[in-house]
C-alpha cells in the first residue's frame, strides 16, 4: 500500500526534496495533504500538481484537521519555527508516524513530545543527517549500553577564522555554506555553529542521553554524520553524502527500505579529518551545555535569542562577532 504523506512546509528546502522523492516513487507515496507558511502561489501551484484530497492551507488552525484524519499514515514537519506544536501533538495523539525536520519544537518542547510519543506508541524519526544517522546506528544496537553521541559539523564558511576576523563578516560570506545547500536562517546558524548547539539540545531529547555524554566534532568533509560509542568499547560512524535525500529518504520508507536515486559514497582518495570546535571563537555549543544544565525555558530563551540575532545580523543592525554576546546577554540574563 502506498503510505499517505501530510506534509508541513512544503516550500521549503526539505519539503522540496521530501516532494521530489515522492515524484520519483509515485507507488510507495500519496500527497494526502500540503502547508506552507507564507508562499502562496507555490503552494497553489503543487496543489495543482498533487491535488492532495485534504487540500492546501497557510493556516496553522487548519493543520490539526488536516494530519488527524483517519487516512494519514505519516506527517512530515518541514516547517520553520514552532506555531507547529499544537499541530505536531495532535498527529502524535492520533499516533500517526513523525518525521521531524524542525528542530526548534523539540529543542523548546523536546520533553513534551517525547513523552506524549513515548505514552502513544509513536517513534520520532528525525531528518536531520546527524541525527537520522544516530537513530539508524541505535537502531540495530538496543541491546548494547550506550556511552556516548558524536555529532559532526562542517564548520561552516568561517572555520578556523579568529575573532578579529570575524568583526568583518559579512551577511553574504556567511550565508555560502562550503558543503550543504541550505536556507538563509540555518546557514548563519551553521556559520556562528548555533546550529550544532541546539542539534545538541534536540539529541538530548530524541535519544534520552545526558547533555556531557553528547560531544560535537568538526568534520570539514561532511562525510561522517554522526558516531555512536558503546561501553563495550565499539564506536560506529554513519557516513554518506552531503545530501538531505538521503536522511528524508529513510525516514519516509521507515521501517521498510528501498534504494534511493542519490550519489554513492566513494571513500578511495579522501581524506577524513576530525578536531574539536574552538568554543573560544564560537561560544555557541557552550550555550547549549548551560541551557541544559539550567533547565526550565532556558533552551526555549537559548533558541528565541538566536531567532532575533540572526534577524539582527541579517539586517545589518548587529556585526557577526556580536551574534554571542547578544545571545549570551538575551538567554541566560537573570
Known amino acids: 500500500m502506498k503510505k499517505r504523506l501530510v506534509l508541513i512546509g512544503a516550500t521549503g528546502s526539505v519539503g522540496t526534496n521530501v516532494l521530489d522523492i515522492v515524484r520519483k516513487n509515485p507507488d510507495d507515496f500519496t500527497i494526502m495533504g500540503l502547508t506552507a507558511h507564507t508562499d502562496t502561489d507555490a503552494l497553489h501551484a503543487l496543489q495543482h500538481e498533487f491535488q492532495p484530497p485534504l487540500g492546501v492551507t497557510c493556516a496553522v488552525s487548519d493543520m490539526s484537521a488536516m494530519v488527524c484524519d483517519d487516512r494519514v499514515d505519516m506527517v512530515v514537519v518541514a516547517c520553520l519555527g514552532t506555531e507547529v506544536r499544537e499541530m505536531l501533538l495532535a498527529a502524535i495523539k492520533h499516533k500517526k508516524e513523525i518525521a521531524i525536520a524542525t528542530k526548534e519544537l523539540l529543542v523548546e518542547y523536546g520533553h513534551e513530545i517525547m513523552r506524549e510519543a513515548k505514552r502513544n506508541g509513536v517513534t520520532i524519526l528525525p531528518v536531520d543527517s546527524e541525527h537520522s544517522g544516530v537513530f539508524q546506528l541505535l537502531e540495530g544496537n538496543r541491546h548494547r549500553t550506550l556511552e556516548k553521541i558524536t555529532l559532526t559539523c562542517s564548520g561552516g564558511p568561517f572555520l578556523h577564522a579568529s575573532k578579529k576576523m570575524l568583526q568583518s563578516a559579512t551577511v553574504k560570506q556567511a550565508l555560502q555554506h562550503p558543503t550543504w545547500d541550505m536556507g538563509k536562517k540555518i546557514s548563519i546558524d551553521s556559520a556562528t555553529m548555533m546550529n550544532k548547539a541546539l542539534e545538541i539540545i534536540e539529541a538530548h531529547h530524541l535519544f534520552d542521553i545526558e547533555p556531557e555524554n553528547i560531544e560535537v566534532l568538526v568534520h570539514p568533509q561532511s562525510l ?52 574539536k570546535p574552538d568554543t573560544e571563537t564560537f561560544p555557541s555549543i557552550l550555550f547549549a551545555y548551560e541551557a541544559l544544565k539550567k533547565g526550565g525555558d532556558y533552551p526555549k530563551r537559548l533558541n528565541r535569542a538566536n531567532d532575533r540575532a540572526v534577524k539582527l545580523f541579517m539586517e545589518k543592525k548587529i556585526r557577526f562577532d556580536e551574534i554571542f554576546q547578544y545571545i549570551k546577554e538575551q538567554a541566560f540574563a537573570t
Open 224 to 275: 561522517v554524520h554522526a558516531m555512536v560509542h558503546f561501553s563495550d568499547g565499539t564506536s560506529m560512524a554513519h557516513m554518506g553524502h552531503a545530501d538531505m535525500r538521503i536522511p528524508i529518504h529513510y525516514a519516509l520508507y521507515y521501517p521498510e527500505s528501498s534504494d534511493a536515486a542519490v550519489p554513492k559514497l566513494d571513500l578511495a582518495g579522501n581524506e577524513l579529518v576530525f578536531e
